[in-house]
Nanobody
């Protein structure tokens, strides 16, 4: 199994920045990709960003492209989400997820096997 723990959420004003981190432990050698998803109250879970664990490929939703950056430190088994130019509509619970079954469709939540507990991000206007 893979355990995931997020940190770094909080309250920020619109236009500000936050950096989320996700620490993976356990069978990290089985990870193919890591992703970030978010869910706002009353809305469905939404893909934010993903990267291949072996490096080189990143994927972003159109709503965050150019503002968010996903990165990993494989030596430390961590993945980060740098969020800049935040907007009130970015407010949500952000969760990281690990895929251990190869899939090219990293934007689909069902393709991820392990999830963190989530961290709240609130952007005030």
């Amino acid at each position: 199994q893979v355990q995931l723990v997020e940190s770094g959420g909080g309250l920020v004003q619109a236009g500000g920045s936050l950096r989320l981190s996700c620490a993976a432990s356990g069978r990290t050698f089985s990870i193919y990709a890591m992703g970030w998803f978010r869910q706002a109250p009353g809305k469905e879970r939404e893909f934010v960003a993903a990267l291949s664990w072996s490096g080189g490929s990143t994927y972003y939703s159109n709503s965050v492209k150019g503002r968010f950056t996903i990165s990993s430190d494989n030596a430390k088994n961590t993945v980060a989400l740098q969020m800049n130019s935040l907007k009130p509509e970015d407010s949500a619970v952000y969760s990281c997820a690990a895929n251990t079954r190869y899939s090219s469709r990293w934007y689909i939540a069902a393709n991820y096997d392990y999830w963190g507990q989530g961290t709240q991000v609130t952007v005030s206007s």
